[in-house]
């Protein structure tokens, strides 16, 4: 029996020391750890925190380590030691346990159980119930056009015909979805895409033209003209690695999931940038609240000012469509709201990722 050992992985090494400009890249945290050892619901992300000022740079922590083959096989119960090796900082993974011997009572991890890059329990509400749409995921997405038995509306267990649907054979599981409000681009008054409610979930069986599905679960009645879209947490999983964008990006906050007015940690939003503005999964943005104008009304004045922007919070893009993205907001210092600004971070130079491995 062969048995990998994904454990012993030295995660990443530190430039911090090398040069002034690295160690302004790369500021360690104040009061960091000598060590912390993984816990179940970590995510790279936040351990990363413990350690950087600037957690979105921790790709940058392991790419020079060729040891390195897939930063993600991280898991509960590994011990990272922050060392210093030659005159620089390291960072070192170790499992716990000592070395891992041969016998039928070893159990091999499965991937799905080393912890994510972000936390993708943070999108499970995005992915499973209402939703934000692009304007081009909802015209490709399949629609239901009758119900069977001639019935207007269709409920739990009822058949319904869908027309557009995708599939390769297999039975899949589908959200129902209702549309409601358009998302609009302050800036051109376009609609990028739509918020849909979530109305249940249908399995449908072989491609058909139109496909026979079930309703397998309903929190309302479902229409003709409703939209079936997969979940897609699966496909979500694995595939970031933060960075800044390739290109200079200045946008707007459009909507936030969830039906709040005030946006923090871990809300999903949709921006109004995406492709177009060379924008991929795994970019991080910063979010700035426009500054506010005041009158200096000092020695005579009645000047309007207008402060600087302030950063209130970070987001790292899940989701590209041509002119809109979805983001999770990852660090919230202040609270948030639709139409605060998001731009690049500030970066010195380019970060190096030569020797980082392709997505999962």
């Not at 849909?196 to 397998?216: D, F, K, N, Q, Y």
């Amino acid at each position: 029996m062969l048995v990998k050992n994904k454990f012993a992985w030295v995660l990443c090494t530190l430039l911090l020391l090398a040069s002034p400009l690295i160690a302004a890249e790369l500021p360690l945290k104040q009061g960091h750890p000598s060590q912390y050892t993984v816990q179940p619901g970590d995510n790279l992300w936040d351990i990363s925190a413990r350690f950087l000022k600037d957690p979105w740079y921790w790709p940058e922590l392991w790419y020079v380590n060729p040891a390195i083959k897939n930063p993600h096989l991280i898991y509960p119960g590994n011990i990272i030691k922050f060392t210093m090796v030659g005159g620089r900082p390291r960072l070192v993974v170790e499992r716990q346990g000592g070395t891992i011997k041969l016998s039928p009572q070893v159990r091999v991890e499965e991937l799905e159980e080393a912890i994510p890059a972000i936390p993708i329990s943070a999108l499970r509400p995005f992915l499973t119930g209402d939703r934000m749409v692009s304007a081009e995921q909802w015209r490709q997405a399949a629609h239901i056009v009758a119900a069977a038995d001639e019935h207007v509306m269709g409920a739990r267990g009822d058949l319904i015909y869908v027309r557009g649907l995708d599939q390769d054979g297999a039975n899949r599981l589908y959200g129902i979805l209702r549309k409601r409000g358009p998302l609009v681009d302050p800036e051109s008054g376009a609609v990028l895409g739509y918020q849909a409610t979530h109305v249940g979930h249908a399995l449908c069986g072989p491609s058909g033209e139109p496909a026979t599905c079930t309703i397998r679960r309903s929190n309302r009645e479902i229409l003709p003209g409703d939209r079936l879209l997969r979940v897609e947490e699966k496909a979500l999983r694995g595939r970031f690695y933060p960075r800044p964008p390739t290109q200079a990006v200045e946008g707007v906050i459009v909507a936030v999931m969830g039906g709040v007015s005030q946006i923090g940690q871990y809300n999903v939003v949709a921006i109004n940038r995406g492709e177009a503005q060379a924008l991929k999964p795994g970019d991080v943005l910063l979010v700035y609240k426009s500054g506010r104008q005041v009158v200096d009304r000092f020695d005579g004045r009645r000047d309007r000012v207008e402060l600087p922007d302030e950063r209130a919070g970070s987001m790292i893009i899940f989701r590209t469509f041509p002119q809109l993205s979805f983001g999770l907001i990852m660090e919230a210092t202040r609270a948030m709201s639709v139409h605060d600004r998001v731009r690049n971070p500030a970066t010195q130079r380019p970060l190096q990722r030569a020797g980082l491995p392709a997505p999962l």
